[in-house]
């Protein structure tokens, strides 16, 4: 597998857990990995930071994106809800999806550039960044067990907090105009919802070895 430069790409919706299960396919693989939508919670806790409307912002996307550094998306202070649910908003402008576009695609070069490939993990992964990539995958479950996995890692927020805001980020999801969450027609669809990490793990590396 070393041989060949590997493009992995890997949607569903929030809190399924395609980013720990990226993580690790890139790690098995000796892999660059791009949590794309870190981008927009990066954004999103700028636009928090300095106080501006998440709905008209259009004037400072130029500062919101510039200088973005890959440790910058590790920061743990940008997968909190608020932070997710801002993100959730901007990711609808169309214009900030243009600027972020540009960062994801030099991601996937270096990454063949300088190591085995890459693997990608959420929204338009499989069908705007990466629509030609090896291998495509959509993990999924159904929003309660993602809540109760999301409240897990988040025990001081209320479980009922937590899947209201997932059920609601769903909704705009799926029904927003621009780039919605949709499944590529070559995805394969993981259902987690019943396996643990190791087994959703094993099966993707399967599908891959094949």
Request: net charge neutral.
């Amino acid at each position: 597998m070393s041989e060949k430069k590997l493009v992995i790409a890997i949607d569903g919706p929030s809190a399924s857990g395609k980013g720990t299960l990226a993580k690790k396919v890139a790690d098995h693989f000796n892999l660059a990995y791009l949590n794309t939508g870190a981008i927009y919670r990066l954004v999103a806790l700028r636009i928090l930071k300095r106080v501006i409307d998440p709905n008209h912002f259009d004037k400072e996307i130029a500062s919101l994106t510039s200088d973005i550094k890959e440790k910058d998306l590790e920061n743990e202070d940008l997968f909190s809800e608020r932070v997710g649910s801002v993100a959730s908003i901007i990711a609808k402008n169309k214009n900030l999806r243009k600027s972020v576009l540009n960062f994801q695609r030099d991601f996937v070069k270096k990454g063949k550039k300088e190591k085995n490939g890459c693997v990608l993990d959420g929204r338009d992964t499989t069908t705007v960044i990466c629509p030609d990539a090896d291998y495509k995958f959509f993990i999924t479950a159904d929003v309660e067990i993602r809540a109760k996995r999301r409240h897990a890692q988040l025990p001081d927020v209320p479980f009922e907090e937590i899947l209201s805001q997932l059920k609601k980020r769903d909704e705009s999801d799926l029904n927003r105009s621009d780039s919605p969450l949709k499944i590529a027609e070559d995805a394969t669809i993981i259902d987690n919802g019943n396996l643990s990490i190791e087994e959703s793990l094993q099966r993707l590396l399967s599908m891959i070895d094949k």
